[in-house]
Structure formats: C-alpha cells, structure tokens
C-alpha cells in the first residue's frame, strides 16, 4: 500500500470516487456542439478560436495546463506571451474542420508528463515559440493543401528551429485534497536571452448568466501575494503567488464591442488582459480594480539562454501566514516520489525502461484527460446565448430527440482539445488502462454511461454530441467483464455488485440491439457506420437505396459477441448467485443463433474466405461487398472460453446447453462449440477453427493486412487495385490509403482505409490470446504469411504485440517510429522521452496520424506491454515505504 494506494481506497468509498481538484479543464471549448446556438449546427464556425479569448462560453472552461475542482466553480490555467503575439497564449490553438485539410486538428506541442489517479502530482509541458506564434501561417497553407497531401503542422513552420523557444513545464503537488501546491518552470531552450510574460490566471465559470440562479463569484485583493476567491457553492478559497510585477483584476463577461458590435459598459471584460498587456489599453483600470471574476499576477522576465526561472503558486482552502515556508519545495520532491513509487508497485519490474516510460506516460495522458462536461440537451434546445434568439432550426436540429439527457460530470474524453467530449466506445477503451491504475474509477465511468440520464429511455447509448443518435461498436459488457477481471486478478475478489448493476442496464442496452438493428429478424444486423467512419465504399449510416437492404459482417460480429459477453457476465454471477442462471442459458442460445446466421446466411465468402457486408435487393439478388477489411475480422472477436469446472456448478445451464446441441446436431443445424479430449474447457466462437486458419493467413499477410505497426484497417492489396462495385447504377470505389484520410466521409479527419488503430488490434490481440488459452500447441500458422515460420497462437499475440508497441520505442537509432519526419527535433536533449499517443497510424510508416493526444484509447498499448510481461514471475521485492497521511 503506496501512499497513493492509501488514497484511493479512501476514495473508493465516496458516492463517486474522485479528488475534488484535478486536471478537469478542457483544452478546447470553443467549437463545440454545446456552445452553438445558431440554426444550421454548424459548431465550428458559429464559435471559433478567434472569439475564445473575448466570448463567454456557456457550458465550460478551457485554459492551458489547467485545473478546476469537480464541478467547475473555479478554474486555474496559465496564459504566456512571448512579446510579439496579437493575443495571450490562453489556451491551445488548432484547425476547425473546414480549416483543415484533414479536418481538425490542434497544431501545439504539448506533453503530458506524469499524473496519479488522486491527481496529488501531476506534470505536464507547453513547448512556446519565441518568435510570433504562426497563427495565419497555419491556416492559410492547411487550406492551401488538398486531401492527398500531408497536414502543415506547427514544427513544419520552423518556429522551433535552433531551439528558440521555451519549454514551460507546470507542475502541481497537493499538500492535501483542498491544498495544491503549483510551479511553473519556464526554461529557454535558445542560446540567447528572451523575454517571456508568465500570467498565473484563476476565474470564476460564468454560470451567472447561464439562467440560473447562482450567484456570481468573486475574487478579491488580500495582499502584494495573495487574493480570495469565494462562491457560494465552493466556499472561499486563499490563491497564494509570489510578488509579480503587476496585479489585474477583470471579469468573465464577453466582450460584446467585439463579437457583437454593441459598446462595453465598463472595461472589465473576458479579453482584458490581452489588451492590458499587449496593447497597454485599461491598464491603471485594471491594476486599481481590487476585485472581480477573474485575476492575474503578471510576471514580466527574460530568461537567459538555457536559463529557468520559476514561479510559485498556492490554492488553498485555508488561510496561511508563510504559504511558501521552506518545505515547499520537498512536497513536490515528496510527490514525486510517491508517484514513482504507486506505478513501481503496479508495473512489472521485468518490463524494459523505455517500455516503462510508455506506460507511464499513457496513464498520465489518461488521467489528463478527465474533463469536466456539463450537457443538458432540453434546456440548450430551448434557450438562448445571448447573441442568438432561440432558433427553429436548432430546436428541431441535432439532439433534438435526446432532450433526456442532462449531463454534469467528470468524464474520461477521447481527447481534450480534438475530442472534447464523450464518445461511448471510446470510454469502454478508456476504462481498461484506468482500471489498471484506478479501478473504482474505471467502473464508475462504465455505471456512468449506463445512467438514465445518459442512457435513452429504449435503451440507446449515446454516441457523442455531434450526433448521440449514431451507433457505436456495442462493446461495453467486454469492457465491464475486463474491468471486473483486472480487479479480480488484483486483489484476488471481483466486485459482483458492480457486474450486477451493470449487467442489468446492459439487458436493457442488448433488447434495443436486438428491436432496432435487426431489421429482418434473421439474426444478421445492421448498425451504420459502427465507430469505423469511412471503412466502406459509402456511408454505411445512410445505405444506398430503399430497396437494397445492408447486412453487415461487424454488426452482426458484434452482436455475437456482446451476447458471448452477456453469457460470461451471468456465468460469473450465477456461480455465486443461481438466479442468473437462466440468462446464461438465454444469451448463449443467441449466440448460437447469431453464429449460425454469420455463417451460413452468404457472409462468408467461401472462395474468398473471408466475411464481408452484403447487400440484399428487395426481391433480387444478394450482393458481396467484397472489401477485405477489418469488417472481415471482426467476427474473430467474439470468442470465449468455458472452464468444465465452472460447468459442473451450474447443473441446469450444462443441461440446457448438451441438450440444445443434441437438438441442433440431429436437425443438421450450426453448432459453434469446439472441445478436445485432453483439455477442460469448452471454445465458444463465431470462427470455427477452419475459418479462424483461413483469416489468420489473411491477417498475418504483409501484402494484406499485416503491417510493421500492426494490423492495417484495410488490405494493402487495394494499394495497386481498388476495389469497386455499381449498386444501383452509381459506381463505388474504395482504395488503400496509409495515411490520413483522402475521403470526406465523416468530416474528414479520420481514415479507416488502411491505418493501424489501436482499439482494434488491442482487441484481436486478446482474442488471440483467448483461442491460445484453448488450442495451446494444437493449433499453429504461419506468422507471418509465407515464411514458412510456424507459431501457436500465443506466439502470434506476443509477435503482434511487439509490433504494436514497436509504433512508440525507441529504435536501435534511437528513433520512435511514430515521430516520422519529425524525429530530429525528438532527439534533441530534453526531447528524447517525450511520448504523442496518437488516434491512429500510417499503415506503413507507423506515422503517427489524426488526434495527437488521443491517450483514451491509445492507452491501452499499456495493457498490450502488461501483458507481455506478467508472463514474467515477479521478483520478490522490498516492501514501498508509506508516507505519512498529509494535512
């Protein structure tokens, strides 16, 4: 028990298991869903970067590096400006999707260093230019460039040539939960002296205007060094600062002269600072202000040539006569320490260095990336912001039909500044390195999302604001059954309570399935586009025509394993509590009748020997959509593996089972069962063990889908042939792309035609190792394709696994793969062991593409490493000593 152990378990008694202060502020605010109010739901445009610094936002904050307390009263971010910007470095800056020519993107540097599930030591670093920030640079050559070319990114500017910038690295240690300890050390990186101003900025989220009736909070002037902050549902709160060269005090009201045309009433309004310290304007105003909304010490340096100079910061709930006394400093040292010694205790000793520095930075990046999210649909639909009148158009546009859902919570985001909100497959993803770390928290998160005000009344997840209607990958029972496991492996006792609630929201959840994507009844299912965006030869959300009807082989692939899933979940709980026991029986007789649909009902292509979508003409001919895509592979996901002595406890369910077998085999129907005579478990699996051969060959092709990094997301065999189909007198085409995305399907900013994705191989990875678990040394491939080189399938999980994780080491080089054509500024000192986990990866190159900071679901290569190295024994080691219990 590490102090950070003894933490969490405290907090795994709360209601919701969470510190009150944490890294909860989003990056990007502006161009969200929630925050357009106009009538054509055109998000980036009605609210874009440009009016982030002078505009209120009505539901959140955004700020660089930044905290607030869980529900968002208060916030704290640091602003810079390098002496040549037109505005405050306040927050991130990047693309909206028209702006893009792969759709959005940030277009910073930016690292998140390290962080604990308490948030009691957390680290992250903004790499800031010297020179003029390259803000219409940016723009203009994105716009300029076409789908087939790369995306202009920021170190392709050459603000960071000869290193002239500053690395501002903020760190925060809490000295106790309403106790935060912040430095912020800003090093110049260049050779030569550079002026840089240091603004430590803490407001107040304007929810007084929000139509509510909470009362504004209010800063106010103690002292040279320390201000009070006090609202209502906070309380008063001290922030503490060492002495600065100015004090300005403003308010977090939008500046209407600006975004509106109509004269300010008084000066102190959201951009005040950037006109005070940029242009001079309302300066004495600002400085004699002795209270407001929002406040800023302003630290004026110039910092020599590979010179750092730091400022200190405290946030406090308490008053303190000697806030910076001479153990300051030691609590970030102690910190630390306990945070290397929390992932010491987690992670296995066996694992190499730079695999640890992997793992360590994916669970700070996870961690970062709890965001605060606050979404009531009804009240958004019917209100206004104050610049646009309630609108028809938004009243009956996006979301309209998911007025249910009111949302205010602390949420595991895809990414904070590309993926500002929830996504629900992505969150499943999130919850299996979470729970590595912090487990209470990762069930949370899936009890969360289940929740009646998430949760459509029919039973409907929502997808993510752009469109909750959409239908994402139903694989949240799999990530309840991981989480549930990991636990149990852990402490030696899974939580049934927690599978117990879960498990009934996902009846519910599996009955929607069931009612709205199986339009036949026929057991093959539909779903859309299901999380793979632009993976077909059209948008599989929309169809093609009224009388050609979609079957898809990854809808129906998931169903049979959501019911597989379902089927593990009630084994589990029937052990331990027989009225389950039926409902085992229930969802394993809908696997079987899904396994014999997606076998037998033209999915599979017996020449090929692959699964693919089909479609049916309404009194014709059933078409192939003959695209080797992961679509294909998919079905090698739904796979489980029965202990005979789980069987021998659960006397009906073993009947039931012999006799529906018996059943099916006399009537010459689909049996998916696989047993062998010298083992004691039982395979249950869509793929029977032929097909499973015949795909394995395809998969571990490196003409096809095998790549260095991994498995690609479409056959490279579409790289010299494209693969096209005319349906209803309209020609179809589909090719691979490597890269980013070439398509507009989706928005354009993600690609499913040929990149490696971190989800997917995770999850074939694990299904590997689970029909390993069964066939052991009975069943070997070739790994890869055609070398003659022979493996079980054990062996081809570790051999995926190193590719995958080959993506973020370090090469014999020194090179990371994933840093591509930018890996010269990454072996500069200092930069060697900074980490992007990206949304996904160039199906050749391992180029690191779309979202840079996608540690959700990227995250889980550091399950892939764990499980390569548990097979290790651990060494015996010297007990952690525990701190003593903080203030």
């Not at 709890?370 to 610049?387: A, P």
């Not at 927690?498 to 036949?520: A, G, P, S, V, Y």
Request: with cysteine; proline share 5%; aromatic share 14%.
């Amino acid at each position: 028990m590490t102090a950070e152990h003894q933490r969490l378990s405290v907090n795994a008694r709360r209601q919701i298991p969470l510190e009150q202060w944490g890294p909860y502020l989003s990056e990007r605010q502006w161009g969200t869903v929630r925050e357009d109010y106009g009538p054509h739901g055109d998000a980036w445009n009605y609210f874009p970067h440009d009016h982030a610094p002078s505009r209120v936002y009505r539901w959140g904050e955004d700020g660089l590096a930044g905290i607030t307390d869980y529900f968002q009263n208060l916030c704290f971010a640091v602003a810079l400006w390098n002496g040549k910007d037109p505005i405050l470095k306040e927050r991130l800056f990047g693309l909206g999707n028209s702006e893009g020519n792969h759709g959005e993107d940030v277009k910073e540097l930016y690292y998140y260093l390290d962080n604990v599930p308490t948030h009691y030591y957390m680290e992250y670093l903004y790499k800031y230019p010297q020179h003029a920030f390259p803000y219409e640079q940016l723009v203009r050559e994105n716009r300029n460039r076409g789908k087939l070319q790369p995306e202009y990114e920021i170190l392709d500017t050459g603000v960071f040539d000869n290193n002239e910038y500053f690395d501002v690295k903020v760190t925060y240690a809490k000295q106790g939960p309403q106790d935060i300890y912040i430095k912020i050390d800003i090093t110049n990186k260049y050779n030569k002296p550079a002026p840089i101003t240091v603004l430590p900025t803490l407001w107040f989220y304007n929810r007084w205007k929000n139509g509510s009736d909470e009362k504004k909070g209010l800063i106010t002037y103690n002292s040279k060094t320390s201000v009070t902050a006090e609202q209502e549902r906070l309380g008063r709160y001290y922030f503490y600062f060492q002495k600065a060269d100015d004090m300005l005090f403003t308010d977090n009201e939008t500046n209407k002269q600006k975004i509106m045309g109509i004269p300010n009433e008084t000066p102190f309004v959201k951009d005040a600072f950037h006109t005070a310290v940029i242009n001079g304007l309302h300066t004495e105003a600002l400085r004699k202000r002795k209270e407001g909304s929002k406040f800023s010490p302003v630290y004026n340096m110039t910092i020599a040539g590979g010179a750092t100079k730091t400022v200190y910061c405290r946030l406090c709930s308490k008053p303190h006569d000697n806030p910076f006394g001479g153990h300051f400093e030691n609590v970030f040292k102690e910190r630390k320490q306990q945070a290397d010694d929390f992932y010491a205790a987690l992670l296995h000793p066996s694992t190499p260095p730079d695999l640890l520095n992997i793992q360590r930075q994916a669970f700070a990046g996870l961690l970062w990336s709890k965001q605060y999210y606050h979404y009531d649909v009804e009240r958004w639909l019917s209100t206004s912001d104050g610049i646009t009148p309630v609108n028809d158009g938004k009243k009956h546009g996006r979301n309209s039909d998911w007025k249910h859902l009111k949302n205010q919570d602390i949420i595991l985001m895809p990414d904070k500044w590309e993926y500002p909100w929830y996504a629900a497959w992505d969150l499943a993803f999130h919850c299996i390195p979470m729970a590595m770390i912090d487990v209470s928290f990762a069930k949370h998160q899936l009890i969360l999302i289940m929740r009646e005000w998430y949760m459509k009344p029919d039973g409907q997840l929502p997808a993510y604001e752009w469109n909750f209607g959409d239908v994402n990958p139903p694989v949240h029972a799999w990530a309840a059954l991981q989480v549930y496991k990991i636990e149990k492996e852990a402490t030696g006792k899974g939580d049934l309570v927690f599978l117990k609630r879960i498990f009934q929201k996902l009846i519910i959840n599996f009955t929607w399935w069931i009612n709205r994507k199986d339009e036949t009844g026929n057991n093959l299912f539909q779903g859309g586009f299901l999380g793979l965006d632009n993976i077909g030869v059209f948008d599989r959300s929309y169809g093609i025509a009224a009388h050609m009807h979609l079957q898809q082989a990854d809808g129906t692939s998931w169903m049979g394993k959501y019911a597989l899933n379902m089927m593990d979940i009630a084994l589990e709980l029937a052990v331990n509590d027989i009225s389950f026991e039926d409902t085992a029986t229930k969802f394993f007789e809908h696997f079987v009748l899904i396994a014999e649909a997606i076998n037998e009902h033209l999915l599979w292509n017996s020449e090929d020997k692959f699964f693919y979508d089909t479609v049916s003409i309404k009194g014709g001919e059933t078409i192939p959509l003959k695209i080797q895509s992961i679509v294909g592979l998919i079905p090698l996901l739904a796979v489980s593996v029965i202990e005979r002595s789980t069987l021998s406890k659960l006397a009906d369910f073993k009947r039931r089972i012999t006799w529906f077998e018996s059943y099916r085999k006399k009537n010459k129907r689909f049996w998916p069962n696989e047993e062998r005579s010298d083992s004691d478990k039982i395979l249950l699996s869509l793929v029977p063990r032929d097909k499973l051969v015949a795909l394995l060959t395809r998969m571990l092709n490196e003409d096809e889908f095998l790549s260095d990094g991994g498995i690609r997301a479409l056959s490279k065999r579409y790289e010299k042939q494209p693969y096209s189909v005319t349906l209803d007198g309209r020609l179809y085409s589909i090719a691979y792309d490597p890269g980013d995305s070439t398509s507009n399907l989706f928005g354009g900013n993600s690609n499913w035609r040929g990149p490696v994705w971190m989800p997917i191989n995770y999850l074939i990875i694990r299904s590997i190792r689970k029909y390993a678990s069964f066939y052991e040394d009975t069943l070997t491939v070739e790994c890869p394709t055609g070398t003659g080189n022979m493996m079980n399938l054990e062996q081809v999980a570790d051999e995926l696994t190193r590719r995958v994780t080959s993506l973020f080491q370090k090469g014999e080089s020194g090179n990371r793969r994933s840093n591509a054509e930018y890996t010269s500024f990454y072996r500069q000192p200092g930069n060697e062991d900074l980490l992007l986990f990206y949304e996904y990866f160039h199906g050749d190159s391992g180029k690191g593409l779309g979202a840079s900071h996608q540690t959700g679901w990227t995250a889980v290569v550091a399950d892939l490493i764990h499980q390569m190295y548990k097979k290790t024994p651990r060494p015996d080691s010297a007990p952690i000593v525990v701190a003593e219990d903080e203030d």
